[in-house]
């Protein structure tokens, strides 16, 4: 199985901030990759796939890159609605692996 | 609009069983490989099953694999899990969530607001 290891698990910072989330494969994924938000109570949102697309409706400030084994989510620009969970998640094959998540929160 | 609503959660038994229920509108349904994903409470997400358009292909993570049974319905724009031999670790919230693909690259685009499921004595 492939194992994705997002770092950090936990992160403190202030509106306006540039953040960055990075998430590691075990194994090459070429660009097999999602990057999901997740509030309390609510069901994970897609942000980016493909490792670097933007889907339809997310706002500019969130993007990713990486290839292979090493991807990153960054936001720039923290806004306070962007104070949640967030997931990578590997479609290179199965089982469908997810990161172990990155809590951010506001400093 | 896409819309994935979950139903069957609810409190069970060690060792008894649970039929969800996943209804798809706002799509074609047998256009799209479907999922299930779920999240023990306070916990990260857990894949747990896929299955493809036709029903041809099917996968399973192997913490449920010989106990949990994803299948699909077209006619009815229908998915299911039936989990049998239920655990306490089974206890979670478990999503539906539909398969896009570009580029022959997959993703999640849509996800159901998600069904509890509590195994507990």
């Known amino acids: 199985d492939i194992q994705l290891t997002q770092s950090p698990s936990f992160l403190s910072a202030s509106v306006g901030d540039r953040v960055t989330i990075t998430c590691r494969a075990s194994q090459g994924i070429a660009t097999f990759l999602a990057w999901y938000q997740q509030k309390p109570g609510k069901a994970p949102k897609l942000l980016i796939y493909?490792?670097?697309t933007l889907q339809s409706g997310v706002p500019s400030r969130f993007s990713g890159s990486g290839s292979g084994t090493d991807f990153t989510l960054t936001i720039t620009s923290l806004q306070p609605e962007d104070f949640a969970t967030y997931y990578c998640?590997?479609?290179?094959?199965?089982?469908?692996?997810f990161g172990q998540g990155t809590k951010v929160e506001i400093k | 609009e896409v819309q994935l609503v979950e139903s069957g959660g609810g409190l069970v038994k060690p060792g008894g069983s649970l039929r969800l229920s996943c209804a798809a509108s706002g799509f074609i349904f047998s256009d799209n490989t479907m999922a299930w994903v779920r999240q023990a409470p306070g916990k990260g997400l857990e894949w747990v099953a896929s299955i493809t358009s036709t029903s041809r292909h099917i996968f399973y993570a192997d913490s449920v694999q010989g106990r949990f049974t994803i299948s699909r319905d077209n006619a009815n724009n229908s998915l299911y899990l039936q989990m049998n031999s239920l655990r306490a670790e089974d206890t979670a919230f478990y999503y539906c969530a539909r398969s896009e693909y570009t580029s022959a690259i997959a993703f999640y685009d849509y996800w159901g607001q998600g069904t509890l499921v509590t195994v507990s004595s």
């Open positions: 493909a490792a670097s």
């Open positions: 998640q590997q479609f290179e094959n199965y089982p469908r692996t």
